[in-house]
């Protein structure tokens, strides 16, 4: 699996190499989300994790992060939707290989490790591939580019990802030709300003939830 070296963003902020701050890495670089803002939200949601016996202090952005924190910020903070590829007892299924898994931008979930892969590359400090032998648990993947593609599909536009404006948050803006704008909300999504679309034509609220499966509209 061809490796493409990057830490995300850590040594604009920080000098250590030997860090365990693989979460942070992963979101960073496949959202291009500030590495510091990242590491900030991560230790914001840890302290508000519960306490045990058995957990050993509290997640931290720089030395290990909880699933359940990893699980909060990705999906309800990012909106990004999980795909599990192993379960208890199913043995392993898909690994850690470019024709193994999908093409896009793809948060990886591997053992007490998490990744990012575009389009069949690996992006990270270092190869956790193995030579393909890595187990993939699982991987996350941003919903939005692909209701974007399904509503260009559904107006038979040809326009294609690059020529829109894509920011890192969650809700889809479209401008209709008459300026009335639509925002399609994705569940779980906070504070979100979305993908702006101009001079689409205008839709009914029941045609985009036609288009968009679990999505809420609203206008403005």
């Known amino acids: 699996m061809k490796l493409v070296k990057s830490d995300g963003g850590r040594s604009k902020y920080f000098r250590g190499k030997n860090a365990g701050d693989c979460v942070v890495r992963a979101i960073c670089n496949a959202t291009g989300r500030d590495y510091k803002m990242v590491y900030d939200d991560i230790n914001r949601l840890a302290k508000g994790e519960r306490r045990g016996s058995r957990k050993k202090g509290i997640s931290s952005a720089r030395n290990g992060v909880y699933k359940t924190t990893i699980k909060k910020y990705i999906e309800n903070e990012l909106g990004w939707t999980w795909v599990p590829t192993m379960e208890i007892g199913s043995g ?93 909300y994705g569940a779980n999504r906070k504070d979100t300003h979305g993908i702006c679309v101009d001079n689409m034509e205008v839709l009914s609220r029941d045609a985009l939830l036609d288009v968009f499966d679990n999505y809420s509209v609203l206008y403005y």
């Open 92 to 184: 392993c299924k898909v690994h850690l290989r470019e024709d193994e898994l999908p093409n896009g931008t793809i948060i990886v979930s591997v053992a007490r490790h998490l990744t990012c892969v575009k389009n069949g590359v690996l992006y990270d400090t270092f190869d956790c591939s193995k030579g393909g032998k890595t187990c993939v648990y699982g991987y996350w993947y941003n919903p939005i580019p692909r209701a974007i593609r399904r509503l260009y599909k559904h107006l038979g536009l040809t326009k294609t990802d690059e020529d829109m404006s894509i920011d890192m948050c969650g809700a889809i803006h479209i401008v209709g030709m008459n300026n009335k704008r639509y925002v399609l």
